[in-house]
């Protein structure tokens, strides 16, 4: 893939022989000290040792031995990332998946859809403990997507963006630890670092929540981690989609800003991303994918170039709480990550609340001083997106339906 082998700005590969982790008792104190006379400008994460981190083909073969005959619950699971999981999960020897959602008519068409008896709806809300008690017996994984995502929607009803967002998500925690359920992801998203609007503000204490549950749990068989990852292009609410109607209207493609940038990743990525924390995860973990970035500006002009149309924007401005540049890792996190090549491991801070443990032992050193963000990460250029969106399947539809020539 494009993201593959994506380094942080200003990280050096070479592992610290400096750096040492302090753990008194279950607490941890990070301490870096740097003895080279070479300045750097931004602290890297650790390269993980000491840790059994899976390749990518050793965790497919490994995510099908984990789920071969289990029950898995899907929250959410009508939408783009549950559908793709579950059409995963049934090659994988699933023995059942749980869809938990609103909208029974979307759980229609998916069930006419996939055809597998495998398969069990469940029409409910996270917001109420006992659909989602219902839901989590007798399962074994959770993969939590139920969500508000919309930033406009969400400003205007912030209270909604809560009761879904972070009471939902304490709803599912703590039914699947009440049900022994093994493992729970959660889904977060970049707009969770350093929130601006209701919906980013909502998914950063939907972490905290599965981060508190870790630290305040420590001997629960239910393991809770995060994963959080940028725009997943073609998903419901991806401006790309809008993109294609309005080319197919005749339109000119609405923007907010041309300069603004968002981090891109598929569909296919973002079932990586969860897998990868499926199977390397430990409770309170926060994942994140090494992303490539791009201005709104070239991802419409590399639309019209896919779809050979004429160039036409119209700039309408910034919605409600829109942010110019996002963030994947903050640098308070990045200082204490380990880095994993395509992702950003965030360890939970278990230390509790006695902090004078702490104040006396090691050298805190220095610090990353730059965010992972999609005004730093490698940016792609119009032709590099170009070539992204042809492995969407999406897009690649879409050009065989207007012409054959172009979706080769």
Request: aromatic share 6%; glycine share 6%; net charge neutral.
């Amino acid at each position: 893939m494009v993201f593959a082998a994506i380094a942080y700005p200003g990280m050096s590969p070479v592992v610290d022989p400096d750096a040492r982790v302090l753990r008194p008792g279950r607490g941890h104190l990070r301490a870096r000290r740097d003895t080279g006379a070479r300045h750097r400008s931004c602290a890297a994460p650790r390269r993980t040792r000491g840790w059994n981190w899976a390749s990518r083909d050793e965790q497919g073969e490994s995510m099908s031995l984990m789920t071969a005959g289990r029950r898995v619950l899907i929250t959410g699971g009508t939408g783009s990332f549950g559908q793709t999981m579950t059409r995963r999960l049934l090659g994988l020897d699933v023995a059942e998946v749980r869809i938990l959602s609103r909208d029974e008519a979307k759980q229609d068409a998916m069930r006419r859809a996939l055809g597998d008896e495998r398969v069990r709806y469940h029409v409910g809300d996270v917001r109420d403990p006992d659909t989602v008690v219902r839901a989590t017996r007798e399962v074994d994984f959770v993969f939590h997507a139920a969500a508000l995502k919309q930033v406009p929607s969400c400003e205007f009803f912030p209270l909604e963006a809560v009761r879904t967002n972070i009471l939902g998500s304490a709803n599912v925690v703590e039914a699947a630890a009440q049900n022994g359920v093994s493992s729970v992801v959660v889904l977060s998203t970049d707009k969770a670092v350093y929130p601006v609007n209701a919906m980013g503000m909502s998914k950063a204490l939907m972490e905290k929540v599965a981060q508190a549950h870790a630290r305040n749990n420590p001997n629960s068989v239910t393991t809770v981690s995060c994963v959080r990852y940028g725009n997943v292009m073609f998903s419901r609410g991806s401006v790309i989609p809008l993109f294609v109607e309005q080319i197919k209207a005749g339109r000119a493609l609405t923007v907010t800003d041309p300069t603004m940038t968002r981090f891109l990743m598929s569909l296919a990525d973002s079932v990586d991303l969860v897998e990868h924390a499926f199977h390397n995860g430990r409770p309170g973990d926060v994942f994140v994918r090494k992303a490539a970035a791009c201005t709104i500006g070239d991802l419409a002009e590399a639309v019209c170039q896919l779809f050979d149309v004429p160039f036409k924007l119209d700039v309408i401005g910034v919605r409600h709480s829109e942010k110019w540049h996002e963030t994947l890792a903050s640098r308070e996190e990045l200082a204490q990550a380990d880095d994993f090549g395509d992702f950003f491991r965030v360890p939970l801070d278990a230390r509790d609340l006695n902090y004078a443990l702490y104040v006396s032992e090691g050298d805190l050193g220095e610090g990353p001083t730059e965010d992972f963000n999609s005004a730093n990460a490698p940016r792609l250029a119009v032709a590099e997106i170009v070539e992204l969106l042809k492995t969407l399947p999406e897009i690649r539809a879409e050009l065989a339906l207007r012409d054959p020539v172009l979706a080769c």
